[in-house]
């Protein structure tokens, strides 16, 4: 991902609804991680984030000749792609949904002993880890979707509340009020449950095999541990034309930013290939 200013994403956004299919590419590019990451952590699984953003994109690629600069752009598909993810039904945790309360219980409860060994000779440090990104996004599922939303955009995309504010439509005070509240909520239950992050008793590596029995995570497929990770940094910089942040981004360490997987930049590719660019002209 290259950091681009405003100015640039402005003349991108007219090159491509004049019909310059370099310029939609490059302005694709410039956002589909960050659409993925805001996808992962408000849906909590790869696959259900891939699907989000390929739709997200297509959304933005579609209705690309409505933006109008009143915003910087990143706010622009930001909004989209918030506004999208509140709604959608199609992941997995719409239909499972979950709360602290049965999080707490399952890590007081589960009959984590009584579970043979299940790793198929899979390292259990790596299981451990891989166990440890899902567990802490999952988590967020406890939330409501606003919350969820919030928490996201203020811990992971440190954005200012005002900006914050206008993409969930709501008051910058109001932003500020609930993402503390939130990020209380999420902090007591990490203190309280997780021995990663807290002073809990759960240890990943004590609950690898109970989780691939629950199917919590795959020893054949790791999503988390064998994505390409990036630094925050990469991803603060192409929301950088954004207005300053402000000093709610207390850090919540698994929120990591990570590459969207190569079989969605490969969709995202044959999309942009097979896009007419008349759709984006006459919509």
């Not at 009584?114 to 999952?138: F, W």
Request: glycine share 4%; hydrophobic share 35%; with cysteine.
């Amino acid at each position: 991902m290259n950091k681009k200013t405003n100015v640039e994403l402005q003349a991108l956004v007219e090159k491509a609804t004049a019909g310059d299919k370099k310029a939609l590419e490059t302005l694709v590019t410039s956002v589909q991680d960050i659409v993925f990451n805001l996808s992962l952590r408000m849906l909590g699984t790869f696959a259900d984030a891939e699907d989000a953003t390929q739709d997200i994109l297509l959304k933005m690629i579609t209705h690309l000749s409505s933006f109008r600069g009143d915003s910087s752009f990143t706010t622009w598909v930001f909004s989209i792609a918030a506004n999208h993810l509140k709604n959608y039904k199609k992941h997995m945790f719409a239909h499972y949904p979950l709360s602290f309360e049965y999080y707490g219980d399952d890590i007081e409860n589960g009959k984590i002993q009584d579970v043979p060994d299940l790793t198929q000779n899979v390292e259990k440090d790596i299981l451990a880890e891989e166990l440890k990104m899902s567990c802490t996004n999952v988590m967020l599922q406890c939330l409501d979707t606003e919350s969820r939303c919030i928490f996201i955009l203020g811990t992971m995309f440190k954005i200012d509340s005002r900006i914050a504010g206008d993409i969930l439509e709501i008051t910058p005070e109001a932003y500020r009020q609930r993402l503390s509240r939130i990020r209380k909520k999420m902090a007591d239950f990490l203190g309280h449950y997780c021995g990663e992050y807290g002073n809990g008793k759960c240890k990943c590596k004590d609950r690898v095999n109970y989780a691939i029995q629950n199917h919590r995570i795959n020893p054949l497929q790791l999503d988390y541990t064998t994505a390409t990770e990036i630094p925050i940094k990469t991803i603060l910089d192409v929301k950088s034309a954004m207005e300053d942040i402000d000093d709610l981004s207390q850090d919540f360490s698994f929120c990591k930013p990570y590459q969207s997987p190569e079989q969605t930049k490969h969709l995202i590719q044959e999309l942009l290939d097979s896009t007419q660019l008349s759709i984006i002209q006459n919509s």
